[in-house]
C-alpha cells in the first residue's frame, strides 16, 4: 500500500518520468546532463516523476527541475526510504512497499519516459516499460540519453537481437536515441502529436 509522505499536489497535462543512477561517484558528464534534462523539462513546465532521492543523477535532476519551475513526485519504496535520509526533494512524495509498486506507479503516473546513464535498476525499468509498449500495453515515448556513449553497447545488442530474428526489427521504432539533453523533448513532443508508430508484438 501506498502513502505520501508529503501531501500531494496536482500534476499539469504532462508529466515525464526519468529513470537514472542514484550514485554520487560517477563522472562530471554525467551529473551535467542530468541537470540539463532538469532544466529541460522545468522550462517546458513538465511534471516530473522519479526515483524520491538527492542523491546521484535523481538528486541532479530533481534539483534542477525544481529550480527552473517543474513540480517533482518523487517515489521511493520504504526500505530505501528508511535507509536513505536523503528522499524529499519534491513536493510530493510517496513511499510504496516494494520496488514492483514503485515501478508499477512510475509508468502509471508518467505521459513518457527517459533513462538516463544507469545500473541495474535503471535498466530495469527502462526495459520494463519497453516491454510493455512493445506488448501494446502503452503508447508512451521512449528516450535512451546516450550520454558519452553509455548505451551504445545496449543499442549495439539490440542490433544483435534484430540480426540474430529474437526482436523484429521494426521495435527499434519503440524507441529514441538523443545523444544530448536538448534532444530530448523535441523526441518526445514530436511523438506525442504524431502518435507512436504503431509496432507491437502482435501486430
Known sequence: MTRSAQPEIPPPARSICVY???????????????RSVGQAIGQAGYHLIYGGTRIGLMGAVAGEARRHGATVTGIVPEHIRSRVPECEDAEALVVTLDMRERKA???ARADAFIALPGGFGTLEEVMEVLTLKQLGQHDKPVVFLNTQGYYSPLLAFFAV???QRFARPEYARLYHVAQDPQEILPLIEGEWTAGADPVSKWG
Open 105 to 107: 506507479l512510475m509508468e
Open 161 to 163: 537481437m534484430f540480426q
Open 20 to 34: 537514472c543512477s542514484s550514485s554520487s561517484h560517477v563522472d562530471a558528464a554525467y551529473v551535467g546532463a542530468a
